[in-house]
């Protein structure tokens, strides 16, 4: 057997072997993606505004996968990841800013964290380094420029692409719309609650997420189920049809 991509050890393997934490994770990039200034590139191709959860689904599963690959298995992943990209900038005629490229690690990074402190427990500065390291060298991979060298230049560079990167836009309206009518309205109110909670300030300002989080008191009680392995017939009722297959590989037994 090869080097793992990432150590078996490693805390991003924890964050990313439980299925609810990466739906976490899923519901903070739905947010971003709907307000990201460059998202006319996932329009570009029809996919995003056609099928919004498998979209942003299977970005989530690309990540995974390299955490969970031998180091050969992920750099192969990841360099599926940049043809597919390469192809679009060639079909498009134009290419791709690195900034909106750095985006999608950065906010990967963040919810990775966000999603594991929500649900869990605070993660130790040395913890919040390794998930770093880990999407720094995605990036690496991918030949992008300007990446931050370390935990503390990337808190500094997020909440400047925070800043200067999102806005609300026609794409943000018509891709919320999209999330409620392939969720149904049930399922759509509790991705927005999940939002509230996890998503950063700057994202919740642009965003019509509303500012009641009552879902609070249910997260609380969801927790107490998940510390006695009792969550599933909960987090089934909450899991569109078409993914809980999908979703329920993601548990890894670590």
């Not at 995974?64 to 298995?73: G, L, T």
């Not at 609300?168 to 309206?173: E, L, N, P, V």
Request: aromatic share 12%; glycine share 4%.
């Amino acid at each position: 057997m090869g080097t793992s991509f990432v150590d078996k050890d490693s805390i991003i393997r924890k964050i990313w072997g439980k299925a609810d934490t990466v739906l976490f994770i899923f519901a903070g990039a739905a947010a971003e993606f709907a307000l990201n200034k460059a998202v006319d590139w996932l329009y570009f191709t029809g996919r995003l505004p056609a099928d919004p959860l498998g979209r942003l689904f299977s970005t989530v599963v690309y990540a995974r996968k390299i955490i969970f690959s031998e180091q050969e298995d992920a750099l192969k992943a990841i360099d599926q990841i940049t043809a597919i990209h390469k192809d679009v900038e060639k079909n498009r005629g134009s290419q791709i800013p690195d900034w909106a490229y750095r985006d999608v690690l950065f906010l990967l990074i963040d919810y990775s964290i966000r999603s594991f402190e929500l649900l869990e427990r605070k993660l130790a500065k040395a913890e919040k380094n390794e998930v770093f390291d880990v999407f720094y060298r995605v990036g690496q991979r991918m030949q992008l420029q300007g990446l931050p060298n370390n935990f503390k230049e990337w808190e500094i560079m997020r909440k400047e692409h925070l800043q200067q990167n999102l806005i609300c836009s026609k794409f943000t309206i018509d891709l919320y719309s999209k999330y409620k009518k392939h969720l149904g309205r049930f399922r759509y109110v509790i991705l927005k609650q999940v939002q509230i909670l996890l998503v950063p300030a700057k994202v919740k300002e642009l965003l019509p997420l509303g500012n009641i989080p009552w879902m609070v008191p249910i997260l609380k009680f969801y927790k107490i189920l998940r510390a006695i392995n009792s969550e599933r017939p909960f987090k089934n009722a909450l899991l569109p049809a078409a993914y809980k297959t999908q979703i329920r590989e993601l548990d890894v037994n670590l």
